[in-house]
């Protein structure tokens, strides 16, 4: 089974602070994405990687950064939390490799709330 | 712009009648679509796809229909069961970017024993 873990399922931040999101996964996924979900919007892609090292902007990357130093590991950043960005995120993995059909796998998600 | 709409936000059915999920696209470039069904506090789990070659795709109690001249799909649940009171994503992804799912918004289901 593949298995994605958030380092947190619930975050309280203030305004103005750094905040790391932490996301792994165990399966040598080649591919990693981002996600926010917001009521009435649905799934909203960040950013993603398809290697080490390697990221792209998704649908909405502003405000945020992300990190991939090693194939398990894809952390989110936020630069400095704003109210706005109080939501919840999911990090999901697929096998990647030029699937041509290529499932993604979803960790549990973390509540972020920004004050 | 919205490529994938899921227009109604809600459905309530009784338990071991039709459950049917309706979802809308505009990009006629998308080639797969799969159905993700997700509960309170946790990630979103893969429930079914199809793929543009076909119009029809049965899992068990899950059959997913696709109208390409319609640009619409379904999943169709039968019977419901309360345990499949959550919410329900349809994702869209393209032969331009096989590994990019577009997310509709999402129907609530609730299956009433």
């Known amino acids: 089974d593949v298995k994605v873990t958030q380092s947190s399922r619930y975050l309280v931040k203030r305004t103005g602070e750094k905040v790391f999101l932490e996301c792994v996964q165990d399966m040598d996924h080649e591919n990693m994405f981002w996600y926010r979900q917001d009521p009435g919007l649905g799934l909203r892609l960040i950013y993603f990687?398809?290697?080490?090292?390697?990221?792209e902007k998704g649908d909405i990357p502003e405000g945020y950064s992300v990190s991939r130093e090693k194939k398990e590991r894809f952390s989110l950043i936020l630069e400095s939390a704003s109210t706005n960005q109080t939501s919840m995120y999911l990090c999901?993995?697929?096998f990647g490799r030029g699937q041509v059909v290529d499932t993604q796998y979803f960790g549990p998600g973390t509540r972020l709330t920004v004050l | 712009d919205q490529q994938v709409k899921q227009n109604s936000p809600s459905l309530s059915v009784q338990e071991g009648r039709i459950s049917i999920l309706n979802c809308d696209y505009t990009n006629s470039m998308f080639d797969y679509f799969l159905w993700y069904k997700k509960y309170p506090a946790e990630g979103p789990t893969f429930l079914i796809s199809?793929?543009?070659?076909?119009d029809k795709n049965e899992d068990g109690r899950f059959t997913v229909f696709l109208n390409k001249s319609a640009k619409h799909l379904s999943l169709h649940i039968v019977p419901s069961q309360p345990g499949d009171s959550a919410v329900y994503f349809c994702?869209?992804?393209?032969?331009?970017?096989?590994?990019?799912?577009?997310f509709g918004s999402g129907t609530r289901l609730l299956v009433r024993p």
């Open positions: 999901a993995s697929s």
């Open positions: 994702a869209a992804s393209g032969m331009d970017s096989s590994y990019k799912l577009i």
């Open positions: 990687s398809y290697d080490v090292k390697m990221k």
């Open positions: 199809i793929s543009s070659i076909k």
